[in-house]
């Protein structure tokens, strides 16, 4: 079992930065690797952001290519999601997940493990 922890949310204007922490409990967190999903009213979860165990490679979303960075800390089983030039249609839940194995995944289906999410709040 893995448990997961978001903090870091919270109401940020428009053109602002926020960024998110991941903190991981239980089983070896280096072996697992790790995504961003947000969720936003009526919509659907969509993926953001997923980091390999190791950090060495990472994907993103279209909608936040450019704006957010994704990296991970395995001495410290944490995986933040530095999140700038935040814009009103980032408001959404944002959670973050993991799954058994080295490869990320884009996928929602394929993480095992959830954290209890983190509402962000980009004004305009």
């Known amino acids: 079992q893995v448990h997961l922890v978001e903090s870091g949310g919270g109401l940020v204007q428009a053109g602002g930065s926020l960024s998110l922490s991941c903190a991981a409990s239980?089983?070896?967190?280096?072996?697992?690797?790790v995504g961003w999903f947000r969720q936003a009213p009526g919509k659907e979860r969509e993926f953001v952001a997923a980091?390999?165990?190791?950090?060495?490679?990472?994907y993103y979303g279209d909608s936040v290519k450019g704006r957010f960075t994704i990296s991970r800390d395995n001495a410290k089983n944490t995986v933040d999601l530095q999140m700038n030039s935040l814009k009103p249609e980032d408001t959404a839940v944002y959670y973050c997940?993991?799954?058994?194995?080295?490869?990320?995944?884009?996928?929602?289906?394929?993480?095992?493990?959830w954290g209890q999410g983190t509402q962000v709040t980009v004004s305009s």
């Open positions: 239980g089983r070896t967190f280096s072996s697992y690797a």
């Open positions: 980091i390999r165990w190791n950090g060495g490679s990472t």
């Open positions: 997940a993991a799954r058994s194995g080295v490869l990320a995944s884009t996928r929602l289906y394929d993480y095992d493990y």
